[in-house]
């Protein structure tokens, strides 16, 4: 069920199928509350930005080790990174950022490897780390969208707020 980059859909989580990968591709990897993002560097190796901490393949203990304001850009083999977790190529932003040229992203990956780094899961996360090297610009939708459905809960709150002060005042007014 191979996929072109950026369609969106599943591939295989096995790497024996490396023609579908192209250098410079993000991998997201699909964990336990969360997704970690990756870039192909070839010959079945990612570089991404970890928790000095993290296990390759980890899920739940990887998301606790990004209390941390410290990562390391480690490059691994994308098989013991994904471990039993399933993962696709997502080149999200082609459409809207060209992509910078292959062997300049992995250039640039390869090196940072072995490089500790600043790391805020709202600023300076392992999606920023990627898609800056993929288009030169950090972005992280998984921050966006939890920011964003932060902001309409708060909303929602808000609104429930105001209804029980407008039912209490109206209690006070009937009594």
């Not at 998984?142 to 429930?160: H, K, P």
């Amino acid at each position: 069920m191979a996929a072109k980059p950026g369609t969106g859909k599943m591939r295989s989580g096995k790497v024996s199928r490396k023609a579908e990968l192209e250098l410079g591709d993000l991998i997201e990897i699909f964990r336990f509350g969360y997704q970690h993002w990756v870039i192909y560097v070839g010959d079945g190796y990612v570089v991404h930005l970890a928790p000095p901490t993290e296990i390759p393949g980890a899920g739940f203990a990887s998301l606790m080790s990004t209390l941390t304001n410290k990562a390391l850009v480690k490059k691994e083999r994308l098989l013991d990174v994904v471990g039993r977790h399933r993962y696709r190529v997502n080149n999200k932003h082609d459409r809207k950022f060209p992509p910078l040229p292959s062997r300049k992203i992995v250039q640039a990956a390869e090196q940072l490897v072995g490089q500790e780094m600043l790391y805020k899961v709202t600023s300076e996360n392992c999606e920023h780390f990627v898609t800056e090297l993929r288009y030169g610009v950090a972005r992280s939708d998984q921050v966006r969208d939890a920011l964003v459905g932060v902001s309409v809960a708060g909303l929602g709150l808000a609104a429930l707020g105001l209804l029980g002060v407008a039912v209490q005042r109206r209690r006070r007014q009937n009594q």
